[in-house]
């Protein structure tokens, strides 16, 4: 059996699995750490739920555990995620503490998240109370988050925009590492792998990018021919 000494899950632990990511105003701020968990599902996703919350005709979804995801601003106590079991966040941080992770939240909620119920008791999409923008998603089924990778920091694409960016709220931000931009090495564990729910109703045709394509989830639908 593997050793589970502390020391050695120190060493393993990889910095360049933190990414950090923001809202457009940069008033909400996020780290995802893929040494917690890894996603569970990487696709671009074509519902018409996500398109309508989005206004967009697919998105990429990240979907990921409890504890690999904390927010800034981080809430008060007696705010927190929808039907939220009060044990998990303890739970969260024992993990890490017995895996021999630093110490972190292991999971947070932020006061800043706004949030609507899409699917009664089941699913609530999230959003900047400032800006408004669309961050994700949050799943009492699951116990997790969906990320949209788009708000996660990159290099700004134009000069204008990085001119914008260094002259407003929307700054490159970690409140817990300072580290500015998600590594390529993260990226390659969040790269999508799939098409899911690309049925009639999609709003856009994809050609031919080498991921399968499935009519709901990978693993419980058709795959589209």
């Not at 000494?5 to 910095?15: C, H, I, K, N, Q």
């Not at 671009?44 to 919350?53: E, G, I, N």
Request: proline share 6%.
């Amino acid at each position: 059996m593997a050793s589970t000494d502390a020391s050695r899950l120190d060493e393993a632990y990889d910095e360049d699995l933190l990414v950090p990511g923001h809202c457009a105003c940069g008033a909400l701020s996020f780290i995802i750490d893929l040494n917690v968990g890894r996603p569970s599902t990487s696709a671009y996703c074509h519902c018409t739920r996500c398109q309508r919350f989005n206004g967009a005709p697919f998105v990429h979804t990240l979907h990921l555990p409890f504890a690999a995801v904390s927010w800034m601003p981080e809430a008060c106590e007696d705010v927190g995620a929808p039907h939220l079991d009060s044990n998990t966040l303890q739970e969260a941080q024992m993990d890490r503490e017995n895996r021999g992770f630093p110490k972190a939240r292991g999971g947070s909620w932020s006061e800043l998240l706004e949030t609507y119920e899409a699917q009664a008791g089941r699913k609530w999409k999230l959003r900047c109370k400032v800006c408004s923008s669309p961050m994700g998603s949050w799943s009492v089924v699951r116990n997790g988050w969906s990320i949209w990778p788009p708000t996660i920091q990159r290099a700004p694409s134009t000069a204008e925009e990085a001119s914008n960016h260094n002259n407003t709220n929307n700054t490159p931000t970690s409140h817990f590492t300072g580290k500015q931009l998600a590594s390529q090495k993260a990226w390659r564990l969040m790269r999508p792998d799939h098409h899911q729910f690309y049925g009639p109703w999609r709003s856009f045709d994809v050609q031919d990018d080498g991921r399968d394509k499935f009519i709901g989830y990978k693993g419980k639908s058709e795959r589209v021919a």
